[in-house]
Structures are given as C-alpha cells and as structure tokens.
C-alpha cells in the first residue's frame, strides 16, 4: 500500500484521486489560501488514509462524500458535517485540526443505514445503536458487529454494564453547560476517533490535535487509559478488517 504525498497538489486532483462527490471553495478564499489549503487536505487525506490502512473510497465513503472549504460555514463553528447534504465544511481559519472528527460524523452517518437498514436517513449509526432495542433489524455481518464492537469501548464500561468514564464526563461538562452536546453518542464517537487517529498519526495538525494535551483533555472528553487503549484496539480491528476488504474488492 503507497500512500504518497505530492508537494503540489490541487483540488482537481484531490477530487479525482479520492473521488469525491465535489469540491467546493468559497469566494472569499485567494489562490494561495486554496493552493495551500489543497495541500493540506492531501496530506491529511493520505495520513488518515494509513491510519485507517484503507484505500481511496473509504475517505470518500464511496464517492458520497463532498467538501467546502471556507463555504458553508457556520457562526463560531470552525468545521461541521451536515447530513441533508452529505458535506464535509471546514473554516478558512479556523478548521485546521478538525478534520478527522467531522469525517467521522460522516462515516457514522454512512453506516447508519448498514446497520440499521429502516433508519431515518438523518440517523447516526452510534446514535441508532444506543437508542434502539430492536435488534430484529441489525444487519448481521462481521464489520457490523466489529463497528458495535466499537460503539461498546467508547460508550460503556469494560464489563459493558455501566456508561463509561468517557460518557459521565462529557454528561458532566453538558451539565455544567445546561446543554446536550458532549454526551451526544455521535460526539462521544468522533472524539473517541480523533484520540485513535492522533495516537497514531501525532504530526498531522491539520487532520487532528488536541486529544492528548488540552483543556478538553484534562475534563475528560476524550479517552484516557485503559479505555483509550481498549477503543483504540477497536477502531484498529475494525478499519483494518473493513479496509482489507475494500482492497480486495478493488483487485489490490
């Protein structure tokens, strides 16, 4: 597997590489800010590629996906992922570091109707799994069950009776806010995806930072531990498993 990086790169050819859905750029962003920014976004791109040991289509979660860079944003937010739309927006200044937690929202969102075949089409796959008792509907497969495999580390105790550490302090942090934000089983996941992606690739800041020395950090909202290194291992089996798949799929 060659994940190579080009010193130059656009992003014509990020979009043909990886076969995104479309590319967006808003009109406020120069020619060097988007020359720069395509860079960026491939080394990112290829380094979340290794960590994943998948091949182009699962970052562009078959075509899907699409991407805006300093377009669509949202006031105070410097990235989000918008469902309705399937798009993947990062702030002009300030969506450096992100990009690893809304791309997983994006995935999350993709697998939704994998596992859970009569989903709502707005549904998050970890939100679905936490809130449903019905299992009549599950999409029994090996990459399912890997995924919920998953889903467990992040959001359950290692005896899979209690809410996990991760889970109480981020139900804390909502508490003290008088919000429902950091508890969101779909949050808890991105973030916990943000700790296994840095944990593996630490000199990418553009594709994640912040997971293992920050104010967040020391509150709890990431992983820390053993319930770091148990997710980890989780994400591990299963991105590797669904991208040995993929490869063989491709004919690589």
Same mark, same amino acid.
């Given at each position: 597997?060659?994940?190579?990086?080009?010193?130059?790169?656009?992003?014509?050819?990020?979009?043909?590489?990886?076969?995104?859905?479309?590319?967006?750029?808003?009109?406020?962003?120069?020619?060097?800010?988007?020359?720069?920014?395509?860079?960026?976004?491939?080394?990112?791109?290829?380094?979340? +590629?290794?960590? =994943?040991? #998948?091949? &182009?289509?699962?970052?562009?979660? $078959?075509? %899907?996906?699409?991407?805006?860079?300093?377009?669509?944003?949202?006031?105070?937010?410097?990235?989000?992922?918008?469902?309705?739309?399937?798009?993947?927006?990062?702030?002009?200044?300030?969506?450096?570091?992100?990009?690893?937690?809304?791309?997983?929202?994006?995935?999350?969102?993709?697998?939704?109707?994998?596992?859970?075949?009569?989903?709502?089409?707005?549904?998050?796959?970890?939100?679905?799994?936490?809130?449903?008792?019905?299992?009549?509907?599950?999409?029994?497969?090996?990459?399912?069950?890997?995924?919920?495999?998953?889903?467990?580390?992040? +959001?359950?105790? =290692?005896? #899979?009776? &209690?809410?996990?550490?991760?889970? $109480?302090? %981020?139900?804390?942090?909502?508490?003290?806010?008088?919000?429902?934000?950091?508890?969101?089983?779909?949050?808890?996941?991105?973030?916990?995806?943000?700790?296994?992606?840095?944990?593996?690739?630490?000199?990418?800041?553009?594709?994640?930072?912040?997971?293992?020395?920050?104010?967040?950090?020391?509150?709890?909202?990431?992983?820390?531990?053993?319930?770091?290194?148990?997710?980890?291992?989780?994400?591990?089996?299963?991105?590797?498993?669904?991208?040995?798949?993929?490869?063989?799929?491709?004919?690589?």
């Amino acid at each position: 597997m060659n994940y190579s990086v080009h010193n130059e790169i656009s992003f014509v050819e990020i979009r043909r590489q990886f076969d995104f859905r479309g590319i967006e750029i808003g009109s406020w962003v120069t020619p060097e800010e988007r020359d720069q920014a395509a860079l960026h976004f491939h080394r990112a791109l290829v380094d979340l +590629m290794g960590v =994943l040991q #998948g091949p &182009e289509s699962l970052i562009s979660l $078959r075509g %899907s996906l699409g991407l805006q860079y300093g377009k669509g944003g949202q006031p105070g937010v410097a990235a989000h992922y918008t469902p309705s739309t399937r798009q993947l927006a990062l702030a002009k200044n300030a969506g450096a570091g992100s990009l690893a937690h809304e791309w997983f929202h994006a995935f999350d969102h993709y697998m939704a109707d994998k596992l859970y075949p009569q989903t709502p089409s707005m549904s998050f796959a970890s939100n679905v799994w936490l809130n449903t008792s019905d299992t009549e509907n599950f999409r029994h497969h090996p990459l399912n069950i890997a995924l919920i495999a998953c889903f467990k580390a992040i +959001m359950l105790n =290692l005896s #899979g009776s &209690e809410p996990s550490e991760l889970f $109480r302090a %981020s139900q804390k942090a909502d508490q003290e806010y008088n919000i429902l934000y950091y508890a969101k089983p779909e949050e808890l996941c991105a973030r916990s995806f943000e700790a296994f992606v840095e944990d593996a690739c630490p000199t990418n800041p553009f594709l994640v930072r912040g997971t293992r020395y920050s104010i967040d950090t020391q509150r709890g909202l990431y992983p820390q531990g053993e319930q770091r290194e148990r997710i980890g291992n989780a994400f591990r089996h299963y991105f590797y498993t669904l991208g040995a798949s993929l490869f063989m799929e491709n004919g690589n």
